[in-house]
């Protein structure tokens, strides 16, 4: 069993930055990939960055704009979000894939687009 806690949603003004972060209680390098995956408001869960090994895959209207990345010390992902446009708004999943394909989702952290 894998539990994931994220932290950092907060309500930002367009153009804006914040910095998502996932606490794993499970050795990431024993994970097959981790990432983050938002759902806004009457739409289907999307994903919005991957990172295995050292790999990341993103969707593309974040490239160029949101950063995945790892720290193995301390078991956790983060996700750094930049010039945010309020079509990002949305709740934001960490995502844990074990090397047998289950998956684990944290509770959510809300991010908020708004001037």
């Known amino acids: 069993q894998v539990q994931l806690v994220e932290s950092g949603g907060d309500l930002v003004q367009p153009g804006g930055s914040l910095r998502l972060s996932c606490a794993a209680t499970?050795?990431?390098?024993?994970?097959?990939?981790m990432g983050w995956y938002r759902q806004a408001p009457a739409k289907q869960r999307e994903l919005v960055a991957t990172?295995?090994?050292?790999?990341?895959n993103y969707a593309d209207s974040v490239k160029g704009r949101f950063t995945i990345s790892r720290d193995s010390a301390k078991n956790a992902v983060y996700l750094q979000m930049n010039n945010l446009k309020p079509e990002d708004a949305a709740v934001y999943y960490c995502?844990?894939?074990?090397?047998?394909?289950?998956?684990?989702w944290g509770q959510g952290t809300q991010v908020t687009v708004s001037s």
């Open positions: 995502n844990a894939q074990t090397r047998y394909s289950t998956n684990y």
């Open positions: 990172i295995n090994g050292g790999s990341t």
């Open positions: 499970e050795n990431i390098f024993k994970l097959r990939s």
